[in-house]
């Protein structure tokens, strides 16, 4: 009976045990398969990542490719008027660049200046206004002026009347000692008739007749005498009046003119007006660059009251190292760049050394001259300067160079676009290193073309935008 019990309870045991074993299968095969998976899952991910960056690899490669080369339509390239040089070996000229500092060139300057001391009653110009040589500038109210006036006056009154003097002296009614020895001779003179005719008749002495000569010949001489010394007399000393007259009015106007007073020869003025005012006229044309006072102001003689510069020329003042100063020699050629003048460039030349050195930069002065067209550069403005300076070398190096309109800015690149002879129509685009100036125009290029090359000179900027142009559209 108990055996019978227990063999049931045994096999219900094992039926469980079993189970649980099978249960620890499945789990730990479950568990293996899991972690397989996971390993395998990233390995495919990456292979599948590597295909697609090879794929894009090879678009960006293709983009860039099209990126750096440009394909103008027959018509386009007509259209452009693209010119095209090839790339030649230059001598290599070495430049010194400086800055320098823009300032009037005082062969063109000139200071307007008070000659008599009074007041500004007003001031017709202000700072940077363009004037002719003799616009009125400012009006000054001198007492000194009104005085001129006044014996400018008293001047044309003697000499009115010295001209009415001489007039009267040379009137032969006016002068009765002349008159009266006429009165005589013609006298004498009918009597000496009068006696002739008697003595012809025979009814008259010699005597008489010798006696109406001698009265005749001594009126006659009385009245030569009357006629002409003392007419001569008078006239000289009214003549002498006139031209002493005439002489001081002049000097007058002169001295009035010395100070900028308008006055005639033939006009007089007018006194009723006020004639203290002088204007103050400009000595040249130019701009006005200083302006040193203001309506109101009391002024002394000889003070300057304007400044006028003609900008047509200007003066660089550069600022040449110690070390550096032994190449450069007057007549030296000398190019100005400046921020306002953008790619142009204004050429001159050395006119001036300064033989001292300022003590706290150890630099010289060295002064250039140079047209300045349309008034460009401004006084006091920065500007870079480079200096041509001769080899010193006999041989001198060579280098490649191309004109400076072949050279483009395109963001952070400097580029040039060649021309490809085996397909017309296309340019590559080309990243160039470029080093100093060359001369007639041409930069000298360190690396990124090779001699014989051609590249795009005139038209160059049309490329350029239309590559800007394909960016923007791709951009989008």
């Given at each position: 009976m108990n055996q019978q019990t227990i063999n049931p309870i045994n096999n219900k045991q094992l039926n469980v045990g079993g189970i649980i074993t099978l249960v620890i299968i499945g789990l730990v095969t479950g568990a293996i398969v899991l972690v397989i998976w996971t390993y395998k899952k990233p390995a495919l991910s990456a292979s599948s990542s590597s295909e697609k960056h090879e794929e894009k690899s090879t678009e960006h490669s293709e983009h860039e490719e099209n990126k750096n080369e440009i394909e103008l339509t027959p018509e386009t390239l007509t259209a452009a008027n693209i010119q095209i040089v090839e790339v030649t070996e230059q001598e290599m000229a070495t430049t010194l660049k400086v800055t320098g500092t823009v300032e009037a060139n005082q062969m063109n300057s000139q200071q307007a200046s008070a000659l008599v001391s009074g007041r500004v009653e007003k001031v017709h110009v202000v700072l940077g206004d363009y004037v002719k040589a003799g616009s009125v500038l400012a009006m000054i109210a001198s007492p000194q002026i009104a005085q001129m006036h006044g014996k400018m006056h008293e001047a044309e009154t003697k000499l009115a009347l010295a001209?009415?003097?001489?007039?009267?002296?040379?009137?032969?009614?006016?002068?009765?000692?002349?008159?009266s020895a006429k009165a005589k001779l013609d006298e004498a003179e009918t009597t000496l008739r009068r006696v002739k005719k008697l003595v012809e008749l025979q009814a008259g002495a010699g005597k008489d007749l010798i006696a109406a000569e001698t009265t005749y010949q001594t009126t006659k001489a009385e009245y030569e005498f009357q006629s002409n010394i003392a007419l001569n007399r008078e006239i000289a000393e009214a003549k002498a009046e006139l031209a002493t007259a005439e002489v001081e009015l002049s000097h007058i106007r002169d001295e009035m003119?010395?100070?900028g007073v308008?006055?005639?020869e033939e006009e007089h003025v007018d006194h009723k007006k006020d004639t203290a005012l002088i204007p103050l006229r400009a000595p040249i044309s130019g701009s006005i660059v200083e302006r040193m006072i203001n309506a109101g102001a009391g002024i002394e003689v000889g003070k300057a009251i304007f400044t006028i510069a003609n900008l047509s020329t200007v003066w660089v003042i550069a600022n040449v190292p110690e070390s550096q100063v032994s190449q450069i020699e007057l007549g030296s050629k000398a190019e100005v760049k400046a921020a306002i003048l953008g790619t142009e460039k204004l050429a001159g030349k050395v006119t001036y050394l300064d033989p001292r050195l300022n003590e706290e930069t150890r630099a010289a002065k060295v002064r250039i001259e140079l047209s300045n067209p349309k008034n460009k550069l401004n006084l006091g403005m920065f500007v870079e300067v480079n200096f041509l300076v001769a080899s010193a070398n006999t041989f001198k190096e060579k280098g490649l160079a191309i004109p400076e309109e072949a050279i483009q800015r395109i963001e952070q690149r400097t580029v040039v676009f060649v021309s490809k002879s085996d397909k017309p129509g296309h340019f590559e685009v080309r990243k160039v290193e470029i080093g100093d100036e060359a001369s007639n125009g041409y930069q000298h290029v360190i690396s990124g073309l090779e001699k014989g090359e051609k590249v795009v000179t005139k038209g160059s900027f049309a490329l350029k935008t239309q590559?800007?142009?394909?960016e923007l559209e791709e951009g989008d």
């Open positions: 001209q009415r003097n001489l007039q009267r002296v040379e009137k032969a009614e006016n002068r009765v000692a002349v008159l003119r010395a100070y308008n006055a005639p590559l800007m142009k394909g």
